[in-house]
């Protein structure tokens, strides 16, 4: 069977990690090409062709594509999708947006955020917040999956697919780009970082959220808050670790002043490692927690990051 993969790419670079890693779930159901849609995406494309099981790059590069909207970009995989059974990406902000649209102008249901493949029919997702996992069997002549990328390992590289150019689509001309607001970070990217600290309401303050940063910083690791921390403007949206923010698998996560709520537990609970500080003993995270401690943040963070 052949599948379609939409490669992750952001302003013309390749989100590695997030496509390698989707690589591998696609290999579970046929050969895969890979396609790069953008407004400049040769060097993109050049590097995705070395992700070792691929068999071939598709290049779409056209202004059109340039930010990724559902309306033009949904178009062209549904027409190169006739030639696929599955048509495939990472379950990130862009891929959610276009492929369910890819699905409906294909008449074909979407199969989200699956993290097992059983067959070429048959897929695993989560549901209820992660608490319980449905396995669904689809009829439909073509599969159309996003796939969580925290519960597959990246593909390896020193791969050398052919790579191709395709025409552009028709273009819907329903939507147009205006602006891009970007936060910059030279920290780790938060679902690809092997460490992630984050903190929740218990920090009190935007200014002390700067304890929580100092502690990432010492462990190289990205920064999350809960929703809670969000909300409260203590650390940025896209900061955002559960249900409705990122999904993380990390190494090692550490929960600061989180108590456990099950929309948090959804994005990270898959921790290899999972610490927890809080001062409240009861707190639910002390249910998933690898290692606990009982204490005030506020004196239990510095130390932490002076013994380190
Ligand atoms: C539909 C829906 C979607 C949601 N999606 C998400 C999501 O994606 N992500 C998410 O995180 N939440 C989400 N939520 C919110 C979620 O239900 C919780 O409200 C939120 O996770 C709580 O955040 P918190 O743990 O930081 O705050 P709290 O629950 O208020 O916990 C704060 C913790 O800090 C501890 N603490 C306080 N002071 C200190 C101190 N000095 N030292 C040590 N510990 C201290 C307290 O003991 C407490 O356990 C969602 C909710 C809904 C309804």
Redesign the pocket.
Known sequence: MAVLLLAEINDGVLAMDATAKTVTAAQKLGEVTLLCAGAKVADAAAEAAGIAGVAKVLVAEDALYGHRLAEPVSSLLAKLGADYDHIVAPATTDAKNILPRVAALLDVMILSDVTGVVDGDTFERPIY?GNAIQTVKSLDPKKVITFRTSTFDAAGTGGSAPVESVESAEDPALSEWVEDKVATSDRPELTSAGVVVS??????SQEDFALIEKLADKLGAAVG??????DSGFAPNDW??????KVVAPELYVA?????????L??MKDSKVIVA????EE?P?FQVADFGLV????E?VPELIEKL
């Open positions: 917040a903190g929740g309401r218990g920090v009190g808050a809960s929703r809670a921390a969000v955002q670790v559960g249900q409705t923010g600061v002043g989180i108590s456990g709520a099950i929309q948090h959804a994005g500080i809080n001062k409240d707190a995270i204490a005030d943040l506020f239990a």
